[in-house]
């Protein structure tokens, strides 16, 4: 960013920055049960600001004899953020299953760019002068430099195709009822998701050009960029000033027609049917679009139902029923020679793995301990959903 001091330019991204730290608060109070989510796309936004900020310190020339642009602090900095706005923005949409991320070890080798980048900085003496080329540093330092500006273009454009791939698969979880997500959480990951996908695209496609176009070209398609990044906050914070109300309060009860009721309570007669009398759920193949097919109704009514109704999600609702139907086969005299594999192939499973996890949720025991103890289990849980 060029200029005089607080011009147009600064003026808007100060305004953003603003803007971004609002978004940190506002993502904190909203009324959902993934807290997780929310203090990691908190912290994306701030670092967005600071991001933001350092932009505005680096590129202003009424900055430049600031003593922090003559040290490798504010590059530091600067490459810190930027490195880390990928890591947070990958690890918010894992965040968005339906019971959160779960840390190990693993996850911090994702800090190790900006570790590196840092000690890079550090280590060189990299200042603002030397990161906007305006000095001509030694062969080390300028290769240095040149590997910080490829690190900063390339790894978020890594990362958020990462993220990408991460959000497809939870849409398909959640097609076939494995996740109960929070439609506010989702569809604000979406649009920071998007948002971010263009605005990191543009900037690996300004670094691949710069080489090869004139400085004042590619200080215009900078500038661009940064106007990207502005737009989809301004978006972002003006559409949470909007719908301030449903942010606040998702999933508000509104009483229903009577016209409504009745075909509710006919869809749920429909599912009871099934359940209870067509036994559906022995079927091994079976998801949410075979069974609300088979049903003649519509996936997301029989979603919302399962969901509402009976408090649980399509995976947890016919495995429970599932799991019922393995107490009784495993206390049945014609089964009492069946393995425990084939018993729960009887039952609709086709995983052993799963079988075993909600077995032992469930129930408190193993199988083969069930069996032996004739199902008499006093901290045994309830498999199927009250009705």
Known sequence: ???????????????????????????????????????????????VALVLAST?????????????NKTPVMILIYVACLLLQGPLLYFYIKSLRSKGHHWNRKDFLHL?????????????GINTADWRGLTTPDEGKQRAVSFLWALVKFSPF??????????????????RGFSSISEVELRLGDIILI?????????????????????????????INNYLVIMLINGLFISGLLNAEKLLHPEPI?????????????KIATIEKAIHVDRIYLESNLNIDRFAARLGLRVRDVSAIIKTHYGTNFFEFINSYRIEEVKRLLLMEEHKTDNILDIIYLAGFNSLSTFHR??????????????????????????????
Not at 167 to 172: A, K, M, V
Not at 378 to 383: D, G, K, S, V
């Open 1 to 47: 960013m060029k200029g005089s001091f607080f011009s147009l330019h600064d003026l808007i991204l100060t305004l953003t920055i603003v803007e971004c730290l609002c978004m940190a608060v506002l993502v904190r109070v909203l009324p959902d049960k993934h807290g997780q989510s929310r203090t990691i796309i908190g912290c994306f936004f701030l670092v």
């Open 56 to 68: 505005m310190i680096v590129w202003n020339n009424a900055f430049a004899d600031l003593s922090v």
């Open 112 to 124: 190790l760019p900006v570790i590196g980048g840092s000690i890079i900085a550090i280590f060189y």
């Open 158 to 175: 890594v990362y958020v195709i990462a993220s990408a791939r991460l959000r497809y698969r939870i849409h398909q979880h959640l097609r």
């Open 195 to 223: 948002g971010f996908l263009v605005h990191w695209v543009w900037t690996l496609g300004t670094y691949f050009v710069a080489d090869w176009v004139h400085w004042s070209v590619s200080n215009v398609l900078g500038v």
């Open 254 to 266: 509104v009483a229903e027609k009577p016209s409504r009721i009745k075909n509710r309570e006919h």
């Open 358 to 387: 909600f077995f032992k949720r469930l129930v408190g025991v193993t199988p083969t301990e069930y069996r032996r103890q004739g199902g008499i289990i006093h901290n045994e849980l309830e498999a199927a959903p009250k009705i």
